[in-house]
Structure formats: C-alpha cells, structure tokens
C-alpha cells in the first residue's frame, strides 16, 4: 500500500524556516517525481515544487530562492525547506507523487499546516 | 490556466451534476496523453483523485463518477449524487506543469 506521512507543520515567525517532512513508503521512491502543494486558508490548491527521479528541482516563482525541494533515498522521504518565510506562505502543504503517467497525483500525503505569524 | 464552472453548486439526492473545466491551451502531452484529472477534497482532509486522464476512474471510485472532453474543454458529471459527494472538486492539469482549477463547491439542497 502506498502511503505518504508528513510531518513538521508549525508555527513559525515572519523571516523565520523549517523544513517540512514526506516518509514514503509502498513504491519504489527513487523512480519518481514528487511534488509540493499548498492551500491557504479557504483558497484553492496550488502547486509549489517538484523534484524529478532524476533529482532535477522545480519552483513556482513566488518561492523560488526561499525553498528548497530534496529527497533522501536511503530513508524514502521528501524534504521542503522553506526560508524567509512570510504570511502569505500560511496554508497547509501536501506532498504528493507526480511522475508523468497515470500515478500522477494519485497519492497525496494528509498535509501539514504552517501558520506564519 | 483552468477555469471552473459552476463555482458553487446545489444539488438534490439522487439527481446528476456536472462540472466543466476550461483549460487555456490543449493538454495532450508528448506521450499522447491528455493529463486532466479530477480531485475531490472533503473539510479538512487531503484531495482524493476520482479520474486521471481524462476519463479513466481510480480504483474504489464508484461508477456514478464519470469524466469525458477533449482538447480543451472537459466535464466531471456525478449521476444519483449522494449525500457522501458534497465537498470541493478541482480539475488539475499536468502536461505543462500543475495548475488547478478555482474549486467548485458541491453541496446538497
């Protein structure tokens, strides 16, 4: 069974970083692309990074040079390190697997909230 | 870009609704394939994919979900809707990049 557990959303202060987790487990990690998706409070989804099975990363503009995408295939998890954070950065984010085929989006970790205040 | 239609919808027990999604550009892939999809998302749960491709439905979804277009116009109808389906629905794309639809609202009258 493929399953995706997040961990680290929190609290955090403007300017402030974390780094949110995605342990995955019931696939073969190293042979996809995964990716980061956020949703605010009461707004939609959007997409926000990906990281491809050949480590090659991907951002949406408004968080380029502020987060950072990896994956550590020895422990099957995905990271996102999201710095200088600010307000408009509070939603909970989802990780999902993303390869180009019919997996795409087909499993989505259960999110992770981070509130920037 | 993806445009939703309706944005909110009210629908009686057992009747059918019906979602449209506009994308901007068509979304064949090199591959061949079209990647559209449908999600539904429930109150503070993850999205839950019901189709992928267009038309092809996941696994444990039930046959009352059906997905169907082409090029750029796509629609998610719900036949014999029940009281389980309210919630939100998006379309996403995935042959140029992500991008999802606004979100329709699903409730039941």
């Known amino acids: 069974e493929v399953q995706l557990v997040q961990s680290g959303g929190t609290l955090v202060q403007p300017g402030g970083s974390l780094r949110l987790s995605c342990a995955v487990s019931?696939?073969?990690?190293?042979?996809?692309?995964m990716s980061w998706v956020r949703q605010a409070p009461g707004k939609g989804l959007e997409w926000v990074s990906a990281?491809?099975?050949?480590?090659?990363?991907f951002y949406i503009d408004s968080v380029k040079g502020r987060f950072t995408v990896s994956r550590d295939t020895f422990e099957d998890t995905l990271y996102l390190h999201m710095s200088s954070l600010t307000a408009d950065d509070t939603a909970v984010y989802y990780c999902?697997?993303?390869?180009?085929?019919?997996?795409?989006?087909?499993?989505w970790g259960q999110g992770a909230l981070v509130t920037v205040s | 870009v993806l445009i939703q239609s309706p944005l909110s919808l009210l629908v009686t027990l057992g009747q059918s609704a019906s979602i449209s999604c506009r994308s901007s550009?068509?979304?064949?892939?090199?591959?061949?394939?079209?990647?559209l999809h449908w999600f539904h998302q429930r109150p503070g749960q993850s999205p839950r994919r019901l189709i992928y491709?267009?038309?092809s439905r996941d696994s444990g979804v039930p046959d009352r979900f059906s997905g169907s277009g082409s090029g750029t116009d796509f629609t998610l109808t719900i036949s014999r809707v029940e009281a389980g389906d309210v919630g939100l629905y998006y379309c996403?794309?995935?042959?140029?990049?992500?991008?999802f639809g606004q979100g329709t609202k699903l409730e039941i009258e």
């Open positions: 999902a697997i993303s390869p180009q085929g019919w997996l795409q989006f087909a499993h």
């Open positions: 019931g696939f073969t990690f190293r042979a996809f692309a």
């Open positions: 990281i491809g099975k050949d480590d090659k990363t």
């Open positions: 550009q068509g979304l064949v892939y090199s591959d061949g394939y079209t990647y």
């Open positions: 491709q267009v038309s």
């Open positions: 996403m794309q995935g042959t140029d990049w992500y991008t």
